[in-house]
C-alpha cells in the first residue's frame, strides 16, 4: 500500500454537473499528477503540480483543471461532464527530484457520468 | 511520438512456471521504461525501472525486466509464477518531451491469470 489517499471511491454525475476529486499525497512527497484510466485502456496523463503551480498537461481540455496546496493534498475538477469522462481517475504522487522515475499511486476515484 | 505497446491482452500460466508479459516501445533517443501492476479495486504499484546500465534490471516481488535495443523489447519476467500474481500489468515509457513531470505515457495492459 502506498500512503496516497483519494477520495471519493466512487461517484455518479449526470451530464453537464461539475464534479471534485480530493488527494492526500503521500507524506514527504511535493509533486502530485493526475491520470484517467478509461475501461480497458491504460492511464493517461492529465497534469502535474509542483509548488501549487499546474507544470505540466497532457492533451485534456480546460474544463479539467486542478490545485495543490500548501500540504501538497491536491484536487481534480472537471466541469461540464460528459458521457466519455466515465473513467478510473488516478492521482500519483512523488518527489520532484524523482520526477518521472518512481510513482506512487492511489487506488483512484471511479467516476460515472449518466 | 514514444508509445508502448503491449501484444498480449492476457497471459496464462500455471503456478511454478515461468511468465513472461510482452512490451515494445517507440521512443525517440533513450528510453526511461517502467512495469506498474494493478490489483483489483487498487492504484498502480511501482514494479521496476530501466534507465542506463544492465539490460536485466531486477525489481519488486521477484520480478524482473530484460531490455532489449535493438528490438526495441522490454519484457517482465518472473522464474517461477504464483497465483498472487494474477493482476493487469502495464508497461510504460517516460514522456522525453516532459522531462520536467511525471509524465508516463502507458500501454494497454496486459492481464495475466496463474493457474493453481
Known amino acids: 500500500e502506498t500512503g496516497v489517499t483519494q477520495s471519493p471511491t466512487h461517484l455518479i454525475k449526470t451530464r453537464g454537473q461539475q464534479v471534485t476529486l480530493r488527494c492526500s499525497s503521500q507524506s514527504g512527497h511535493n509533486t502530485v499528477s493526475w491520470y484517467q484510466q478509461a475501461l480497458g485502456q491504460g492511464p493517461q496523463f492529465i497534469f502535474q503540480y509542483y509548488r501549487e503551480e499546474e507544470n505540466g498537461r497532457g492533451n485534456f481540455p480546460p474544463r479539467f483543471s486542478g490545485l495543490q496546496f500548501p500540504n501538497y493534498s491536491s484536487e481534480l475538477n472537471v466541469n461540464a461532464l460528459e458521457l466519455d469522462d466515465s473513467a478510473l481517475y488516478l492521482c500519483?504522487?512523488?518527489?520532484?527530484?524523482?520526477?518521472?522515475?518512481?510513482?506512487?499511486f492511489g487506488s483512484g476515484t471511479q467516476l460515472s457520468v449518466l | 511520438a514514444q508509445s508502448v505497446a503491449q501484444p498480449e491482452d492476457q497471459v496464462n500460466v500455471a503456478e511454478g512456471n515461468p511468465l513472461t508479459v510482452k512490451c515494445t516501445y517507440s521512443?525517440?533517443?533513450?528510453?526511461?521504461l517502467f512495469w506498474y501492476v494493478q490489483y483489483p479495486n487498487r492504484g498502480l504499484q511501482f514494479l521496476l525501472k530501466y534507465i542506463t546500465g544492465d539490460n536485466l534490471v531486477k525489481g519488486s516481488y521477484g520480478f524482473e525486466a530484460e531490455f532489449n535495443k535493438s528490438q526495441t523489447s522490454f519484457h517482465l519476467k518472473k522464474p517461477s509464477a504464483l497465483v498472487s500474481d494474477s493482476a493487469l500489468y502495464f508497461c510504460?515509457?517516460?514522456?522525453?518531451?516532459?522531462?520536467?513531470?511525471?509524465?508516463?505515457?502507458f500501454g494497454t495492459g496486459t492481464r495475466l491469470q496463474v493457474f493453481p
Open positions: 510504460a515509457v517516460r514522456d522525453v518531451g516532459s522531462y520536467n513531470t511525471d509524465k508516463l505515457i
Open positions: 521512443v525517440s533517443g533513450n528510453p526511461y
Open positions: 500519483a504522487s512523488s518527489l520532484y527530484r524523482d520526477r518521472g522515475e518512481k510513482l506512487f
